[in-house]
């Protein structure tokens, strides 16, 4: 029921980096699991980056080494830190808080 929204897209060149963030309405400290997925034009929604309350993460093979997730519980946060960018990053990235909250999506365009 949390209420998220996503900030920190924006067109960045290939090998560059941005840190996307998802500001939420209340209190994340007690949320277990939060994510980042994206979707790209034509293609499936896919889980890009997630995070548990005690600071576990996990990523799809294709971001690991490059993209990093974090999260603020003290100021509702969670962030993605994305480095050395590929044009196959653009997509719409959106946060999630399962089940049943996710933000408007934030997009990010990988391009020379």
């Known amino acids: 029921q949390v209420q998220l929204v996503e900030s920190g897209g924006g067109l960045v060149q290939p090998g560059g980096s941005l840190r996307l963030s998802c500001a939420a309405s209340g209190s994340i400290a007690s949320i277990y699991l939060m994510g980042w997925y994206r979707q790209a034009p034509g293609k499936q929604r896919e889980l890009v980056a997630r995070i548990t309350s005690g600071g576990s993460t996990s990523y799809v093979d294709s971001v690991k080494g490059r993209f990093t997730i974090s999260r603020d519980n003290a100021k509702n946060t969670v962030y993605l830190q994305m480095n050395s960018l590929k044009p196959e990053d653009t997509a719409v990235y959106t946060c999630?808080?399962?089940?049943?909250?996710w933000g408007q999506g934030t997009q990010v365009t990988v391009s020379s």
């Open positions: 999630s808080a399962p089940p049943g909250s």
